[in-house]
């Protein structure tokens, strides 16, 4: 089946907004089985509107949309539609009474303007929106559907996930079901993230698929069956599979926040953590406190930006004098330091050059991590071909796998 | 003139990557005069993207493409403008050396299906790509343009503001210019800033436009001339009225980074800096040391995030006590703690509460921030409503205005 996105509102053509919800959408739509063959950004022009939407149905099977659905003037999704099918909205009494207690609940009385969000057309059926005032419209027409929701994202995914997805699955499985797993895995790219799942992304049912995020690589697994159970057994065949390749890299599911996870593992053997960075230059740090109650493990970071901070951190003089400020021997010293002086059991300490310049004929790229675990030491050197803003995040994240990965393999400390 | 743009790739479809290059196109047109109408993302189906070319040449003035003029079979877009257009593409002998040297520069030979780079049709021009191997087209038929450019975002910018601007400003202006200046602002919303630059934003020569981007809000005004120094003229003019509405704020023009505009003064005055942070938990730290050569001044950070580390620091038991650790009195003695523990002028503390639980009974997204410059200390006390992460960007970029807003009026230390 064709599917096509349109994406509505003129903030859109103005390049005051990136169309982040076409994307959203793009990606959820293979594990469907639907081919999306385009995507459209239009204006809040009622007949370019209406004229998209008889386009989109002449030509795909399942239309969805995103934005135009507010109570102003300028939102003219609901009116575009009503021309093409050529009928006409009506106020529901349900919805409005709905609408109105929305406001209430917030203690605020609904301006006469949002009426027009309590209409339907015949052929439509509304998708609830707990969280705002727009609710989507789902509509059938000669075999066709169109999925209309709003253009705040927030509230895009969660109609996108409760209402529009299962609605979509149904129809399309006839019944059945589609189930997806992610697995999130760090401290390895996509390219070598592939290569380690191999054949497995040939997969027709599940599917496999790899995506590269901020938070390291997502690997997706798609099942479809006529039950859910059926669709979980089949994911429960395969994702072993797929994480006996790539065991070494996974830290967790969809609701994985790396930080957290490790913050977890520190935690749960109450480990306080201490840093020491030269090259991230607080860019850890600020990893690791992204993890809601990070102040449960971690007790202080040292920015030792200059040799004298580093010395004052404790880093001897011989040792800077004799290896330089960039040197695994000087990030090794920070990490004993910055552990002993913040009474950690665990540090971890950067030094390297984040560019654009060479510094102490240190090439640019360069950084050296150290993790230190109670008196024992794992060294990692890098080099990095980035701008200094990527360099900084990429050797945060990869500081912070040295250190799970030392988390993990270090049975005697759980 | 109606414009239009096609952004061409499967990967679009497949939601792999983001549509920044038609947002990039979309905020450039309205100072060109161009009435943007629709953009469309169509995958590397020759027969679609035909299709997409013909009904964007029936509605609209100008189509901008990117996208699709890479070596392999799936790089469609030179075929599909053939197609539309009934011409043929031929090799021409001087765009293929031309390529060849390209690669010669790099010690390569080129592979042979990139001869398909170096051919166009009898209404095409070459557009050149010094940076790439993808020339673009700039086609003409029938009184309407085709600009189509690579894909890979950075080849683009520089293709369209080498060559696709400079052309269609001709076109449209009959052999005008039009000259572009931003200014960038820190420490104000971008309503606040719309209001206070007042009915100026309904200038219609030069324009003025307002956009939030991550390192504060840029003011874009773009003046139309028939030369480059009456365009520059009407600029000069335009200027001095905006920035007397927002002087406050105004940080730098378009080459501006915050970051490496406070490191300038501190470097220029010889002003060595510290932080101690609790709520950016490092934050602001990484935000200072974006700026290449932050170690000039930046001395040492000190991520307190425990009572203790605060205690280490040099914040006395009975202040901790007294106000807890998220407090202005608290911020205040981590701030000179710091300064001076480090040997250096300047320091920045923050304390708050990042959430997502209330700690301390102290509400989310409060935040406290002290500057201290040689003893006198600024303090501020803001609410965010936001996220964690979200939080901590906006604190320590509110952080460093705080302190770049003293060093400005700080006459006595430059």
Same mark, same amino acid.
């Given at each position: ?82 021309? &093409? ?53 789902? &509509? ?92 979980? *057994? ?7 599979? &797929? ?6 890299? !996974?830290?967790?599911?969809? =609701? ?40 449960? @493990?971690?007790?202080?970071? @040292?920015?030792? @930006?200059?040799?004298?901070? *580093?010395?004052?951190?404790?880093? =001897? ?8 400020? &960039? +040197? ?13 002086? +913040? ?34 030491? !794992? ?31 270090? !049975?005697?400390?759980?």
């Amino acid at each position: 089946m064709r599917a096509e996105i349109l994406s509505i509102g003129t903030e859109l053509l103005l390049g005051q907004i990136v169309d982040t919800n076409a994307n959203y959408l793009a990606q959820q739509l293979p594990a469907l089985g639907l081919d999306l063959l385009y995507i459209s950004q239009v204006g809040d022009n009622r007949s370019r509107l209406a004229g998209a939407f008889r386009q989109a149905l002449e030509r795909s099977d399942v239309v969805i949309t995103s934005g135009g659905l507010g109570p102003t003037e300028d939102d003219l999704t609901r009116e575009a539609i009503a021309d &093409v099918l050529n009928e006409t909205p009506q106020v529901q009494p349900a919805l409005e009474a709905h609408l109105r207690e929305f406001f209430a609940r917030r203690g605020r009385s609904m301006p006469e303007r949002n009426v027009k969000q309590a209409t339907l057309i015949p052929s439509a059926k509304p998708l609830p929106n707990p969280i705002g005032t727009a609710p989507g419209w789902w &509509v059938e027409h000669n075999h066709k559907v169109i999925a209309s929701m709003p253009g705040v994202p927030h509230e895009m995914h969660k109609m996108w996930e409760e209402q529009v997805l299962p609605r979509l699955a149904k129809r399309i499985t006839g019944g059945g079901v589609i189930v997806s797993r992610t697995l999130k895995l760090i401290g390895i790219g996509e390219s070598h993230a592939e290569e380690a799942v191999g054949e497995l992304t040939r997969s027709l049912n599940p599917t496999l698929a790899t995506y590269a995020k901020q938070d390291g690589i997502h690997l997706r697994m798609t099942a479809k069956a006529a039950t859910q159970a059926e669709a979980e *057994k089949l994911l429960q065949g395969f994702e072993p599979q &797929v994480r006996a390749r790539v065991e070494e890299w !996974v830290y967790g599911d969809e =609701s994985a926040s790396f930080p957290a996870m490790v913050g977890a593992m520190l935690r749960q053997r109450g480990l306080k953590l201490a840093t020491a960075e030269s090259a991230t230059g607080g860019q850890l740090a600020s990893l690791i406190t992204e993890a809601p109650g990070a102040s449960d @493990y971690f007790v202080a970071g @040292y920015v030792t @930006y200059s040799a004298d901070a *580093k010395r004052a951190l404790g880093v =001897s003089a011989e040792t800077l004098e004799r290896f330089g400020t &960039v +040197a695994q021997e000087t990030t090794s010293a920070m990490a004993l330091a910055a552990r002993q002086k +913040a009474n950690a059991d665990v540090a971890v300490a950067t030094t390297g050059n984040a560019g654009p310049g060479a510094s102490e004929e240190k090439p640019v790229g360069l950084l050296h991590t150290v993790v230190d675990i109670q008196g024992r030491q !794992v060294c990692s050197e890098t080099r990095y071909s980035t701008t200094r803003t990527e360099y900084k995040r990429r050797g945060a994240l990869d500081a912070l796998f040295l250190l799970w990965r030392e988390l993990k393999h270090d !049975v005697k400390l759980s």
